[in-house]
């Protein structure tokens, strides 16, 4: 089973996607911000990164860099944001994330991008 | 409710109460950025929440409420009440929302007004951009249909493609965009943004105005605007531009204005073809580049030193910095950046790869001498190079598209943020011991459990009081002595455990009092506000603890003393100063755990009551007779506004302002088993102190029997039991009344009370049962037949048809099954 970490400060929006996921066999941790996320991510591999912009203590961004800084291997990572501005989605790719989807993300495309960065598309 | 929604309003609630919160410290600290980043934060994110959902009337005001709080966060608005009033205003209208989703999953339509206006009125405050730019439609004539001159400046092979689209059914449209000049800050891209239009054929960024000099050139405002030629639909245009609707305008475009008979003469054409190109193709055509005037090539040549000049002297400042250590790193990748960049516009490769090797040095020994090094010596060669009037026209023209002012000076900061960003981090997460402190490790339960859980523990109360009965049978009517005790002994362990289970299940149901008291600053802020007074609000014991049930129902008394405080207690500034007391007035509201009681004090040190009025208007509204009028104290006097009957209509501008007076709290008060008293001092105030039990849960009631029925009676009612000889009883003026100790009491048979027909049973002294109760501040007897134990149980209310029985505060299960009603003692006297 493939498993995610879900890193969201927004409970609702971590429940969502976690129900999303679930939906469709994917095995769901859940982080509330980047430095929890860090803690989650030394303690086991994920095999895919579903991580919020905007968060307090550590965002997203300071999160992908501060794995990279650390030298933690980086699974794929979907970046979700609410700013669909171009130049955040820079500042993403820049910082690691293979992908970025502006929320709300609907579950049909949050599906299609995890099993995309999986490798599993043709499955 | 489907689960996600009931996350959303939980957590909805919670980020509506922060971001009040953080609007009322604001009031005290209104540049802490920290603040306003966090409120920012809570706004973005429940904007967020609300996206998931299709509540656009909630969205709609929340992405107005966070653009707002965008704005002061990047310091171009300044906090101000005004802009708290209306967010609080705003934060309501989500919280009704809320409400509206809570009874009927969907908003109520009426909201939609509502929501409008709100965001309307918070986009208000959102300064108008100066406007050297006037609305598109006005600044170009091109945008009207008539005109359209830019038409002709469509190459021929974008306008073969629209008419061959054209004929293909498509309709064709112009669209006119012109970026409000700070759209930066607004997180629009509008390059971007025109590069994406649906069906676009051919598009040109044209300059508002004429371009200022390099020096004074604002990169951060957006000073172009966009034509475009598409072929998508009129409905398709608007949705793409719907959140910059005032900035686009969309003409239909006649397609015979296209036709080769109109076009303009070719060589026109073939040069704007090739602008057109670069604008599709992907490349930042800056606008200015064609303009460039060649008879200013000398003064623009200066212009050019100069500005390169204060780039290198910004970036040797920007290395000199040494506040902060941890955003060196961050500061020596920007300047490398920017270095970098200018050499590529020169075309000086070599510079390139020396700046690459200066920064990888810098970078690893933490020094920025390098760096600082390679400024002094390649300034002055890589100014020479760039402001050369002998550079290739190739260069120059090529320098603004892809050199340093726009493009480069951007790569610069994206490159050189987040580097910077990273590096505070670094020293965030190594900082991770005491961040951990504040994440409190709480569950959120649905009420609903813990009142099933609670039921259940008392079904377990009463079936476990079942084992004394069978302990009991057991040796009564089987003989078994031995499994008797044995049933005994196993009864005494469930009993401890059960108590326990008891105690904790209370534990999981108290509730601190802050729950109530963090709605009061706001509540004591607007209040003040609207009343012109100026009112110090202190909170103590915010932490202090009871049963949910008794919070919850202690807010609207609680709400009602403040408001009346705040009304009538405390004086205006310049009363207050007359008196000479500070012009501020102090309100405080403290909470503290007495025994087994919380009390809660509402103290403020405004003018008081005068208990010569209060008597006075007692008396006219007949609640104490003459005598009384002579006899009561002042104290007693001034308790007297708990009356009912005293604090409605005629007294309502002395004492309440509204129709519902002080005896409405009292009577919230006393529902859940509490008490209040009043003191106040004439010119230095008042304190209201209630006291409640706490906790509802367990009732403490003493049963007594009646023509052979058991009822309960509650323990808070009842003051003593006494045996009364019949020849002891007196009738004065058809009431029976005895003489205890010295006081008359007046007696009243439970069975008359509840319409029994059976009179009251004496013993075989011939002496009645008589339980002194006390309600509404008056003792009173109960003649009863006979009394039983006193036993502590979980009440139930009466529910459905039996809820109309006032005589009956619930019910509880006994230990042998049966069924207690308890007694509402005020209700049947």
Redo the contacts between chains.
């Keep these: 089973m493939k498993r995610v970490l879900i890193v969201d ?5 971590r ?2 996607h976690r ?1 999303v996921l679930e939906s469709r066999g994917f095995a769901v941790e859940e982080a ?1 911000n ?2 929890e996320a ?1 803690e989650k991510a030394l303690e086991t591999p994920f095999d895919l990164l579903l991580v919020d912009v ?1 968060m ?3 965002d997203g ?2 999160f992908l ?2 794995m990279r ?1 650390q030298q933690i291997p980086q699974p794929p990572a979907i970046m979700v944001s ?7 989605e ?2 993403a790719c ?2 690691g994330a293979n992908c970025y989807l502006v ?2 993300v609907r579950p049909l495309q949050l599906l299609a991008h995890a099993r995309l960065m999986l490798g599993e598309a043709n499955q | 409710m489907n ?2 929604l009931e ?2 309003l ?3 609630r919670d980020f509506s109460q922060g971001i009040s919160e953080k609007l009322m410290q604001m009031e005290g600290a209104p540049s802490d950025q920290g603040l306003i980043n ?1 409120l920012f ?1 809570l706004v ?2 429940l ?3 609300s ?2 959902f299709t509540f656009p009337e909630m969205t709609r005001v929340l992405h107005a409420g966070e653009d707002l709080l965008g704005l002061v966060r990047n310091g171009r608005i300044a906090y101000s009440q005004e802009l708290a009033d209306r967010l609080l205003d705003a934060i309501d209208l989500v919280m009704e929302m809320c409400a509206d989703i809570e009874a009927t999953e969907r908003i109520d339509a009426s909201r939609a007004g509502d929501s409008a206006r709100m965001a309307e009125s918070l986009r208000a405050l959102i300064p108008e951009v100066p406007s050297e730019a006037p609305a598109p439609v006005a600044i170009h004539p091109g945008a009207t249909p008539a005109g359209l001159p830019l038409l002709s400046e469509v190459p021929e092979a974008a306008r073969k493609e629209a008419l061959r689209q054209c004929r293909g059914g498509e309709a064709l449209h112009w669209v006119c965009y012109a970026p409000v000049q700070d759209c930066f800050f607004q ?3 509008p390059f ?1 943004c025109a590069r994406q239009t649906p069906g676009l054929l051919w598009g040109a960024a044209k300059p508002l105005q004429a371009l200022p000099l390099l020096a004074e050139l604002d990169t951060y405002r957006c000073l172009l605007q966009f034509h475009l030629l598409t072929s998508a639909s009129r409905e398709e245009l608007s949705e793409y531009f719907r959140y910059v609707p005032d900035q686009v305008s969309i003409v239909p475009v006649n397609p015979q204005l296209l036709e080769p008979s109109v076009s303009a003469p070719p060589g026109n054409v073939q040069h704007h073809s090739a602008a057109a190109d670069g604008f599709k193709g992907g490349a930042a055509n800056s606008p200015d580049s064609p303009q460039a005037p060649a008879e200013d090539q000398d003064e623009a040549s200066r212009e050019r030193a100069a500005a390169l000049d204060r780039i290198l002297a910004a970036q040797e400042q920007i290395l000199k910095l040494d506040d902060r250590p941890e955003w060196s790193g961050g500061r020596l990748q920007s300047v490398a950046a920017v270095l970098v960049n200018l050499a590529r516009a020169a075309g000086d490769e070599v510079a390139i790869s020396e700046i690459e090797a200066a920064l990888a040095e810098c970078l690893s020994s933490g020094q920025n001498a390098l760096l600082l090094l390679w400024l002094e010596t390649g300034r002055e060669h890589l100014v020479a190079r760039l402001s050369s009037p002998s550079a290739s026209p190739a260069q120059v023209k090529h320098k603004p598209a892809a050199g340093p002012p726009n493009s480069s000076g951007e790569a610069a900061a ?1 490159e050189g943020a ?1 580097a910077q ?2 590096a505070s ?2 020293i ?2 190594g900082r ?1 011991a005491e ?1 951990n402190a504040p ?1 409190p490790r709480s569950l959120k339960v649905d009420q609903a459990k813990i009142d099933r859980l609670m039921n259940l523990i008392g079904e377990l109360v009463v079936s476990k009081n079942a084992l004394p009965y069978l302990a009991q049978r057991a040796e009564s009517q089987f003989g078994v002595r031995e499994l008797s005790r044995e049933i005994k002994g196993e009864y005494s362990v469930i009993n401890r455990i059960v108590d326990e289970m008891q105690d904790a299940i209370m534990q999981v149901r108290m509730m601190a009092v802050s729950y109530i008291f963090q709605r009061f600053p706001r509540l004591v802020r607007d209040i003040s506000r609207k009343l012109g007074k100026e009112v110090q609000l202190v909170l103590e014991g915010e932490q202090t603890e009871a049963d949910k049930n008794i919070i919850e129902s202690l807010a609207d008394p609680l709400i009602h003393i403040v408001r009346n405080s705040l009304d009538h207690g405390l004086e205006t500034p310049e009363v207050r100063r007359a008196c000479g007391k500070r012009e501020t007035g102090t309100l405080t509201i403290r909470a503290a755990q007495e025994a087994d009681r919380v009390v809660i004090e509402i103290i403020d040190d405004g003018k008081g009551i005068d208990p010569a009025v209060i008597k006075q208007k007692a008396y006219e509204k007949g609640i104490i007779d003459e005598a009384a009028l002579g006899r009561i104290d002042d104290r007693e006097a001034v308790n007297l506004i708990f009356a009912a009957g005293l604090s409605t209509a005629a007294v309502v501008s002395d004492l309440s302002g509204r129709g519902v007076g002080m005896d409405v709290v009292r009577s919230a008060v006393e529902k859940i088993n509490g008490t209040v008293v009043i003191d106040s001092e004439l010119g230095r105030g008042t304190s209201i102190r209630i006291s409640l039990p706490l906790s509802m849960a367990v009732t403490q009631v003493m049963v007594v029997e009646s023509d052979g029925q058991l009822f309960g009676v509650p323990m808070d009612n009842v003051v003593e039991t006494v045996r009364i000889a019949k020849g002891q009883l007196r009738t004065i003026k058809q009431t029976l009344a005895a003489v205890l100790r010295g006081r008359i009491v007046p007696l009243k048979s439970l069975n008359t009370l509840l319409g029994i027909p059976a009179a009251p049973r004496a013993n075989s002294e011939h002496e009645l049962a008589v339980l002194l109760v006390h309600a509404g501040g008056e003792v009173l007897g109960l003649l009863v037949d006979g009394f039983k134990e006193t036993i502590g149980l979980i009440q139930k209310p009466l529910g459905g048809f039996l809820s109309g029985l006032t005589a009956y505060s619930g019910s509880a299960l006994m230990g042998d099954g049966s069924v207690l009603m308890i007694l509402n003692v005020r209700e049947i006297i």
């Design positions: 400060d927004a409970a609702t929006v429940m969502y129900g509330l980047g430095i860090l905007n307090p203590r550590l961004l300071g860099k501060e800084r609410t700013e669909a501005a171009a130049r955040d820079m500042a820049h910082a929320k709300p | 689960p996600l996350q959303f939980s957590e909805s966090e934060r973005h994110t904007k967020g929440n996206g998931l997180g629009d891209d971007f994206t987040p960003s990273a981090d670094g965030k997460f991770r961040d994440s």
